[in-house]
């Protein structure tokens, strides 16, 4: 990423200590975090160093460090973690940068969590170096640090909500019969970067092509009385994102649509008002996407809701929580997801109504307050 910002040094240095914390709370030795949203999470840094190994090493006890070519150290310095008690170790190629990485760790590790950016070229060279310690992911290991938000990031996905609802206030207007998808979505990228620093997704599916739940978008023509999917999201100079579909009619008027199309709809949006109504701490992630299921099931539209209810957002798109069956996840006060249930009749028409909720003590802000109805 370029053009970001980031939070003071003193919220990154508790977010390590944090981290460090509770990875000794549950016996874990060593986290080894590749560069990707945990790494930022941890540094502020974005730094990317293609295929050579960047990698941040946080040990049971004492400080963490940074193992990084040479050649990125420098902006690995100008971020927040360069004014931390992280001890920055540059390297140069032609050096084992996985033996580099690991000198001071210690002997004889047990566990060790891997950040979920590290890929399988990576990991197998720190498998090769460390044959007897056991493995797990440092995202569900240190789950409750990265899916509960602080106020700080919950400020920055308020920002985005607002972003993408004045994004949405100007679909409508787009909508008109004789354009196509694609002119419609090149409208639609503009106007996410006037409230974005980055276009992360525009989907605009009209008519059958609203069936397909990761249609983007096409040539076909708009015609009036149309069901149009628009799911859009980007990204703020901060690194949060984005995330929020609305369903509509060409013309904007619903009557025009097809009757089925109408009755659904009425569906879908009282099962999403009620998986809102019923997002608080204590629910799980299943208890969430079970509400919206049954009710989309009783009215017999069920076998046509073919995703999970929704996902967690933060520096991801898509993260923990994870809103779907079989994750007994406990929600917790700062947990950010989207709650996000469809409809799709192939051949015919598709829908889909999300909002990001944040979890309070006592309930849910919703981040998104564009209007669900259909326009």
Known sequence: MTDTQTFSADVY???LHAAQK????????????????DFAYLTGSWVSSHERLTVLVVPQQGNAWIAAPNTDITDIKAAPVGELDVELRGWNDGENPYEF?????????????????????????????????????ATY????????????????????GHAIDAVHAQVPQLLQAGRTEAE?????????????????????????????????????????????????????PSGYHSDCTRTYVVGGDISTAPQDFQDAYAVLADAQAAARAAAHPGSTAADIDAITRQAISAAGWGDYFVHRTGHGIGLSTHEEPFIMEGN???????????????????????????????LTNDGYESLNQAPRDVR
Request: charged fraction near 25%; charge should be negative; glycine fraction near 12%.
């Open 13 to 15: 240095a508790q977010r």
């Open 22 to 37: 509770a990875a000794a709370d549950k016996g874990i030795d060593l986290l080894l975090i590749g560069t990707g949203p």
């Open 101 to 137: 990485a690991l000198r001071g760790a210690g002997d004889g590790l047990g566990k060790v969590a891997l950040g979920q950016s590290l890929t399988a070229d990576h990991v197998l060279r720190f498998q090769a170096l460390l044959p007897h310690a056991s493995y797990e992911l």
């Open 141 to 160: 290991a240190l789950a409750e640090l990265f899916t509960r938000k602080d106020e700080a990031e919950i400020a920055e996905l308020r920002k985005a």
């Open 184 to 236: 419609v979505a090149h409208e639609l990228e503009k106007l996410i970067l006037q409230e974005h620093s980055v276009i992360d997704f525009v989907i605009v599916g009209s008519g059958p092509n609203g069936a397909n739940p990761h249609h983007s978008f096409s040539d076909r023509v708009l015609a009036e009385g149309e069901p149009v999917v628009v799911d859009i999201g980007g990204t703020l």
């Open 328 to 358: 007994d996840l406990a929600l917790e006060e700062g947990m950010a997801f989207s709650i996000e249930p469809g409809i799709y009749l192939e051949g015919k028409w598709g829908m889909r109504l999300e909002d990001i909720v944040v």
